[in-house]
């Protein structure tokens, strides 16, 4: 079935592919559009160390539903420039000219995974959002930061009329340090890492990160039970266990410190943007871990910039839970583009 108008309604109908394509899991999910709804056919979800072609992850979850799809739009954790896509925490490659080639598919479309986001934010509902921090401020623009594999950033620019995504790299930019802490932090990451980003510290593995800088500041030795967990699986499900449980309390330590960066580079953003609407954290470190989310915490290093405190007094900040955004974004902007 392709993408097409009904003659009777005059709405759009057919099938839309869209992707959420990162450094720890590939996304996929196939819409029908019926009558300009978006219905769920099929999901799936790959990880992606676990598979060295792209293109081959792409055609295992079309299968026999290959015909059927009129557009693809894959949200792609990296730049995007000229149709393609390098992901920065994966040796992944999308290049749009490749996919066409191999799909037969006409209508493909690469975004940045955090513009993906973006566009499916004015469709959620309110039960999509948890409220870190009520605002006054009813317009202007916005702000998406994204703790994940890596840290994600985007703008929403309003002009009036219309919200109008755009991506930006601002996670890979420099962490500025605030107290002689965070001083002894950069140099703990700089001579791991030869570069701090906020990324090093706003992130799954930032998280890893800041423990293993308040082991060493500390001097803490870490316990065996503890040891064996976290090389078993993924460090930052065990720390954030290990916080909710409080048996070992330099987990609910990092944790906090993490909150405490989180809302500091969440600020910046704002100002940068001058994000009256609203900042939006996305990402799954947050939704699955609510409970361990000092609010008062991140308002206190949120409202912290001297002359800037009564600006970002007035903006909200909210927690996306619905883990489909992106998808949904990226189906969005396939139907934006079609109308055209």
């Not at 991506?167 to 001579?191: M, Q, V």
């Not at 030869?194 to 800041?210: C, F």
Request: aromatic share 10%; hydrophobic share 40%.
């Amino acid at each position: 079935m392709n993408l097409r108008k009904d003659t009777k309604t005059e709405f759009l109908s057919g099938y839309i592919l869209a992707g959420d394509i990162g450094g720890t899991n590939a996304r996929f999910a196939l819409f029908e559009l019926v009558n300009e709804e978006l219905k769920l056919f099929k999901e799936k979800s790959y990880k992606t160390k676990e598979h060295h072609s792209f293109l081959k992850v792409l055609k295992d979850f079309c299968g026999a539903d290959l015909t059927k799809i009129e557009s693809i739009c894959l949200g792609v954790a990296g730049p995007v420039s000229m149709g393609k896509a390098q992901l920065t925490n994966s040796p992944w490659l999308i290049d749009r000219t490749e996919i066409i080639k191999e799909t037969n598919i006409q209508q493909v479309w690469i975004l940045n995974d955090m513009e993906a986001h973006a566009y499916a934010l004015k469709n959620l509902k309110s039960s999509d959002y948890y409220e870190i921090k009520k605002g006054t401020a009813s317009s202007g623009n916005a702000g998406l930061i994204s703790p994940g594999t890596g840290l994600g950033e985007a703008g929403i620019l309003w002009d009036e009329k219309h919200f109008i995504p755009f991506a930006s790299e601002g996670g890979h930019c420099d962490f500025s340090p605030r107290t002689e802490l965070d001083s002894t932090l950069w140099h703990y990451l700089n001579k791991k890492f030869g570069h701090v980003s906020w990324e090093r510290i706003v992130s799954g593995p930032g998280i890893y990160n800041l423990y293993l800088f308040l082991l060493e500041y500390r001097n803490i030795e870490e316990p065996e039970w503890f040891s064996t967990q976290i090389k078993k699986t993924d460090p930052t499900l065990v720390i954030s266990n290990g916080a909710k449980d409080s048996k070992y309390p330099v987990c609910k330590e990092t944790i906090d410190l993490f909150i405490r960066f989180l809302a500091i580079e969440s600020a910046q953003l704002a100002l940068k943007f001058k994000a009256t609407k609203g900042i939006y954290i996305g990402g799954g470190i947050l939704p699955k871990n609510l409970e361990l989310l000092d609010n008062q915490l991140f308002k206190k290093h949120f409202v912290n910039s001297n002359k800037m405190n009564p600006l970002l007094e007035q903006i909200p900040v909210k927690v996306i839970l619905n883990e489909k955004t992106a998808l949904t974004g990226a189906a969005l902007f396939s139907i934006s583009k079609l109308k055209r």
